[in-house]
């Protein structure tokens, strides 16, 4: 067995179902370490053990598991030589009442499970060791009535504590201490009995202070009154929690002195737990005892996939028995890959001590190896093709193989040109064959369904396809060719007949058509008509979009011999070529008729001085003249 074959059969998820029955930590423990098992006696055994399991709850039985939890982590603590809790040690007085009221349920059982009922004759009752624990620890803390000592220190504190209480009220009721106090209640701190005092009195009041409030505004303190009784009170604490010790370590040792034969009894615990899982899981599935061999012969009968739910089709097959190898052929989506699926699970299922869901009389056959080829192996990682991935599965596979191997392949051959893939899964088919594994292959190709009809030792199956409806009803019909329905799907679709018939010549003779096709028919090139200039008369006052600045400018001045159109963009004349200008509106469209077009190409400032000096503003004239001046003087 491998990792890709527990993936790809999708074996963990089935044993995480069944672990899911399971009442403890114990039991799943179990089933993370449960591995199928390639040896009949021990496939037979386990079997055994989930029907008697599933013959005890279908006769109304109901182990009592109640009580049992994992112990582990505290036997742990054993190893360590450390001393139990009085928690801890409860829960190993209702793991040791637990594992006694399944020892006496199991002891009778013996008409139903004669396996089951004997492993409990290899348990231990410990009722000695139930009743110290339950006698001298109560509400998880060790009982006064333990030891007589422990019960007079207890006596002793509580009249200690009676003592320092009757004190403190007094202190509390006391007219002289009355502005001191900050609320009057006793307040237990750090082990001591204390008052809240303010922080400004601190000083007035004689005592010691135990702990101080986060804001400083409070000192609980403990009073000289009671500062004796408090010592006394201390030294009998420190007796009472010796004695605890003492009676604790007593009782630890008595678990310890027993130590072998309670891991023995979580050993049994753990094994009923994951085998009722398992009668569970066979219950709800309504599974049975397959039969089983060691000699390849699998034979099931009305079988279903453990993890498909619903309305499965059941599958009927059988191998091992007149042929070794099965080449499945059939359309795709037609439930080739399940029958392969289910046919390993349930294999994988059967040598875990799994009932699977089938009819009476269904065998399957123990494998030393299972190996698979199912889906698309693609490695992003390694930079494989599918095809090149499927090829080094396939390289390990075969030098893996022995005659106790069971071979599941998808598409064998498949992600190449056909003729090579075809004649290359032969090849692997036949070397697979002659180390005498078991194989179920699924293929398309045409060539090793032939092959497989010429060789003695396979056996052809087809998925069963509705014709009329075009639907796969997913039935295996072994003895019987499939094919791909690629003719019958494009006759439903109205392909021609004579290209369907044209086809069906090919697939027989390969004697292609290799005329040439009919002059006229061809289409010649037309006569290239020279390119009629369409370009736009660009007038003044135009917007114009620029494609090499995506902004809008006017036109200025006409377009030159150059195709050169002068334009005003940004407060500048610039020349662009009219092929990168796009007319966006017309002048006539933007401006009122009679508008004058050669302002909107004069700066603001030129056009206000020039309409001061039309109206005789003197500062305008000024501002000339001055100008003049300047002009002569450079």
């Given at each position: 067995m491998n990792e890709n074959t527990f993936e790809k059969l999708q074996y963990t998820e089935l044993k995480e179902i069944v672990k899911s029955y399971c009442v403890?930590?114990?039991?799943?423990?179990?089933?993370?370490?449960?591995?199928?098992?390639?040896?009949?006696?021990?496939?037979?055994?386990?079997?055994?053990?989930?029907?008697?399991?599933?013959?005890?709850?279908?006769?109304?039985?109901?182990?009592?598991?109640?009580?049992?939890?994992?112990?582990?982590?505290?036997?742990?603590?054993?190893?360590?030589?450390?001393?139990?809790?009085?928690?801890?040690?409860?829960?190993?007085?209702?793991?040791?009442?637990?594992?006694?009221?399944?020892?006496?349920?199991?002891?009778?059982?013996?008409?139903?499970?004669?396996?089951?009922?004997?492993?409990?004759?290899?348990?231990?009752?410990?009722?000695?060791?139930?009743?110290?624990?339950?006698?001298?620890?109560?509400?998880?803390?060790?009982?006064?009535?333990?030891?007589?000592?422990?019960?007079?220190?207890?006596?002793?504190?509580?009249?200690?504590?009676?003592?320092?209480?009757?004190?403190?009220?007094?202190?509390?009721?006391?007219?002289?201490?009355?502005?001191?106090?900050?609320?009057?209640?006793?307040?237990?701190?750090?082990?001591?009995?204390?008052?809240?005092?303010?922080?400004?009195?601190?000083?007035?009041?004689?005592?010691?202070?135990?702990?101080?409030?986060?804001?400083?505004?409070?000192?609980?303190?403990?009073?000289?009154?009671?500062?004796?009784?408090?010592?006394?009170?201390?030294?009998?604490?420190?007796?009472?929690?010796?004695?605890?010790?003492?009676?604790?370590?007593?009782?630890?040792?008595?678990?310890?002195?027993?130590?072998?034969?309670?891991?023995?009894?979580?050993?049994?615990?753990?094994?009923?737990?994951?085998?009722?899982?398992?009668?569970?899981?066979?219950?709800?599935?309504?599974?049975?005892?397959?039969?089983?061999?060691?000699?390849?012969?699998?034979?099931?009968?009305?079988?279903?996939?453990?993890?498909?739910?619903?309305?499965?089709?059941?599958?009927?097959?059988?191998?091992?028995?007149?042929?070794?190898?099965?080449?499945?052929?059939?359309?795709?989506?037609?439930?080739?890959?399940?029958?392969?699926?289910?046919?390993?699970?349930?294999?994988?299922?059967?040598?875990?001590?799994?009932?699977?869901?089938?009819?009476?009389?269904?065998?399957?056959?123990?494998?030393?190896?299972?190996?698979?080829?199912?889906?698309?192996?693609?490695?992003?990682?390694?930079?494989?093709?599918?095809?090149?991935?499927?090829?080094?599965?396939?390289?390990?596979?075969?030098?893996a193989v022995n005659n106790n191997t069971l071979l599941l392949f998808d598409e064998i051959g498949s992600g190449t040109e056909p003729n090579e893939g075809a004649a290359l899964a032969i090849s692997l088919l036949e070397e697979f064959y002659s180390k005498g594994c078991i194989t179920v292959a699924s293929t398309h190709y045409g060539e090793i369904k032939r092959f497989s009809e010429m060789h003695s030792d396979f056996m052809n199956a087809a998925m069963q396809f509705n014709n009329e409806t075009l639907e796969p009803l997913y039935k295996l019909l072994i003895g019987q060719s499939g094919n791909s329905n690629a003719l019958w799907i494009s006759r439903k679709m109205n392909i021609p007949e004579k290209v369907l018939k044209r086809a069906e010549e090919y697939m027989e003779n390969k004697e292609y058509r290799l005329e040439r096709l009919n002059e006229s028919k061809i289409r010649k090139p037309k006569a290239v008509v020279e390119k009629v200039n369409n370009s736009i008369d660009y007038q003044k006052g135009d917007r114009v979009k620029l494609l090499d600045h995506d902004d809008f400018g006017i036109v200025y001045k006409e377009k030159d011999k150059y195709y050169n159109v002068s334009v005003y963009y940004q407060n500048q004349l610039i020349e662009v070529n009219e092929k990168r200008l796009k007319l966006e509106l017309k002048a006539e469209e933007l401006y009122p008729e009679g508008y004058d077009l050669d302002s909107s190409f004069v700066e603001y400032k030129t056009r206000k001085l020039n309409h001061d000096i039309e109206r005789g503003s003197k500062k305008a004239l000024r501002k000339i003249d001055k100008e003049i001046r300047n002009n002569k003087l450079n």
């Open positions: 403890s930590g114990l039991g799943k423990q179990l089933f993370d370490k449960l591995m199928p098992s390639s040896n009949l006696i021990v496939v037979k055994h386990r079997l055994t053990e989930t029907s008697e399991g599933r013959a005890i709850l279908d006769a109304g039985g109901n182990v009592p598991f109640v009580g049992v939890s994992n112990i582990e982590h505290i036997i742990a603590k054993l190893d360590k030589g450390i001393i139990l809790d009085p928690s801890e040690l409860l829960s190993i007085s209702d793991f040791l009442r637990g594992c006694r009221k399944i020892k006496s349920f199991m002891t009778g059982q013996e008409f139903f499970a004669p396996t089951l009922s004997s492993y409990a004759n290899s348990m231990t009752e410990f009722v000695e060791i139930e009743e110290e624990i339950n006698f001298s620890i109560k509400n998880n803390q060790v009982d006064s009535a333990a030891s007589n000592d422990l019960k007079r220190v207890r006596h002793h504190i509580q009249t200690a504590e009676q003592k320092i209480k009757e004190r403190l009220n007094k202190f509390l009721t006391s007219s002289a201490n009355k502005n001191y106090i900050q609320e009057f209640i006793i307040s237990f701190k750090n082990d001591h009995y204390t008052i809240p005092i303010k922080s400004s009195y601190k000083n007035q009041v004689q005592g010691t202070i135990i702990e101080i409030s986060s804001k400083g505004s409070t000192v609980f303190m403990e009073p000289s009154v009671v500062g004796k009784l408090s010592g006394e009170l201390a030294l009998l604490k420190s007796e009472e929690a010796m004695l605890e010790y003492q009676i604790l370590a007593t009782l630890t040792g008595l678990v310890v002195e027993n130590l072998h034969a309670i891991n023995i009894n979580m050993e049994l615990i753990s094994q009923y737990d994951m085998i009722f899982a398992k009668a569970k899981y066979s219950r709800h599935v309504d599974g049975i005892e397959p039969k089983i061999n060691d000699y390849g012969n699998v034979k099931l009968l009305n079988c279903k996939h453990p993890l498909l739910s619903g309305h499965v089709v059941p599958l009927q097959f059988q191998i091992g028995n007149g042929y070794r190898s099965l080449i499945i052929t059939g359309p795709n989506a037609g439930g080739k890959t399940i029958v392969l699926k289910t046919i390993g699970l349930v294999t994988l299922a059967t040598m875990s001590g799994f009932h699977i869901s089938a009819s009476e009389d269904t065998e399957i056959a123990v494998f030393e190896r299972i190996f698979v080829d199912i889906g698309d192996n693609q490695s992003l990682e390694n930079a494989l093709s599918t095809f090149s991935s499927h090829m080094k599965n396939l390289s390990e596979i075969l030098q």
